[in-house]
């Protein structure tokens, strides 16, 4: 598996900033140390590979939850042997790593959590569960279904048992509330390094800011490095001319403030983030699945009922595999009022059809209610298109430049 991404690398000479942003680069390299630490005192592997899965119930079972999604191109060829070249890059590029044995969590993994989100998906996790054990979760798709919620919490409720049998533990309501908590923690560290690029002179880029995360989550040192990074960017305001911040790629100034929606862009894959940050602008929101939208709501801790608490929170997720997706559309809405955009760009990953539909609305939303310019950006993991999603890309900011000159 790759340890890095080749993307620009963060150049924020705040001491404390900048070991954090490296600490994140190494990101993997971190994870496999803990995971395999882990392992040898005996703590079960569990893989995920949607954000609708709760993590708070595989830490509440003593297992490491470890994200297994794709980002890598090279994964794709050996994957296409078996699944078809016109399916999404995310899903290619995952089962390409069983294919390969090259990603040592998903060797690791006891356990590999499934769910019932996309077809894609569904219908690779059938092919990965003939050799990995696999638990499927079934994920009602008529969110305003007030029974649909209700069939999602006795899934959880399963998941609990199912783990609790499996790896022969008893997860009690301290150890939820405890790994809530946690949960809650992480999700507040990464809110608040992301309201950092509210600002008009943001101290990241997107690139950089997407760096902060982990494929492993409720790991104390990487919660101690958010910190760390949060009180340092939140000291140096932002201000170029701070004397902790010397000038950077992200405290230059940038005409062009980007709200990126779509697709996840998962490690290994934020090509055409760097391309679009390349050419100008700042990404100052992320709403896909490894930006903001996990993290905007936390489990509420003081429910007395825990697994329906979890079960809410994740069942607020906005994924085009819901119908409707109302959620996403007031998300987007209120992510424009924060982050106050100059555009709406989406990425949609080639044959994912929700998103890809569901594009239509967003399109919709940003041009006539947003008042947004709006581009739809389709690809996969290969760089082929590199050049044609540049001029595309510089098309529009030069658009958004010349109206604002009147
Ligand atoms: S976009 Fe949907 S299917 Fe993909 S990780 Fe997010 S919630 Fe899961
Ligand atoms: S990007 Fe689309 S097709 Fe790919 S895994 Fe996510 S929802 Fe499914």
């Given at each position: ?12 000479s ?68 078996f ?15 069983q ?11 006891d ?17 990965m ?25 006795q899934?959880?409720h ?41 600002q ?72 055409v983030l ?9 990404v ?37 595999v ?85």
């Amino acid at each position: 598996m790759e340890c890095r991404s080749s993307g620009p690398q963060p150049s924020v000479s705040n001491a404390s900033a900048g070991a954090a942003l490296r600490w994140f680069e190494d990101m993997i390299d971190h994870c496999y140390d803990y995971a395999e630490a882990a392992r040898a005192q005996g703590r079960p592997v569990v893989g995920i590979m949607c954000e609708f899965t709760p993590r708070e119930i595989i830490l509440a079972a003593g297992a490491v939850p470890v994200c297994l999604c794709g980002g890598s191109a090279a994964t794709i060829p050996p994957a296409e042997q078996f699944l078809p070249a016109n399916l999404c890059p995310l899903i290619k590029s995952t089962f390409g790593y069983q294919v390969t044995g090259k990603n040592p969590f998903l060797n690791w993994a006891d356990l590999v959590v499934a769910e019932t989100t996309c077809d894609g998906k569904k219908k690779m996790f059938e092919l990965m569960g003939a050799a990995k054990p696999m638990y499927v979760l079934e994920l009602p798709h008529k969110a305003e279904n007030a029974a649909a919620l209700e069939h999602w919490t006795q899934e959880l409720h399963k998941f609990k048992a199912h783990l609790e049998e499996r790896f022969n533990t008893q997860i009690t309501e301290e150890k939820l509330r405890a790994a809530i908590q946690l949960m809650n923690r992480e999700r507040g560290l990464r809110r608040q390094l992301a309201d950092l690029m509210t600002q008009d002179q943001p101290p990241l880029t997107g690139r950089q800011l997407i760096e902060f995360k982990s494929i492993i989550s409720g790991i104390e040192a990487d919660l101690q490095q958010y910190e760390n990074g949060l009180k340092s960017l939140s000291a140096s305001g932002g201000d170029a001319s701070s004397p902790n911040v010397t000038a950077t790629k992200a405290s230059l100034p940038r005409e062009i403030r980007v709200l990126l929606t779509g697709v996840p862009i998962v490690h290994g894959a934020e090509r055409v983030l760097e391309l679009i940050e390349n050419a100008g602008a700042v990404v100052v929101a992320m709403e896909n699945c490894t930006g903001l939208k996990p993290i905007l709501e936390d489990v509420d801790a003081a429910d007395p009922a825990p697994i329906r608490a979890i079960a809410k929170k994740y069942y607020h997720l906005p994924c085009s595999v819901l119908t409707p997706n109302s959620g996403r559309f007031d998300t987007l809405r209120s992510l424009s009022a924060k982050f106050r955009p100059d555009c709406v760009i989406e990425i949609i990953w080639q044959a994912c059809l929700t998103y890809d539909i569901e594009s239509i609305q967003v399109r919709k939303l940003a041009e006539e209610e947003l008042k947004l310019p709006y581009l739809k950006i389709t690809t996969d993991y290969s760089p082929s298109d590199s050049a044609r999603i540049s001029a595309r890309v510089e098309a529009l900011f030069e658009t958004i430049k010349a109206k604002a000159k009147g």
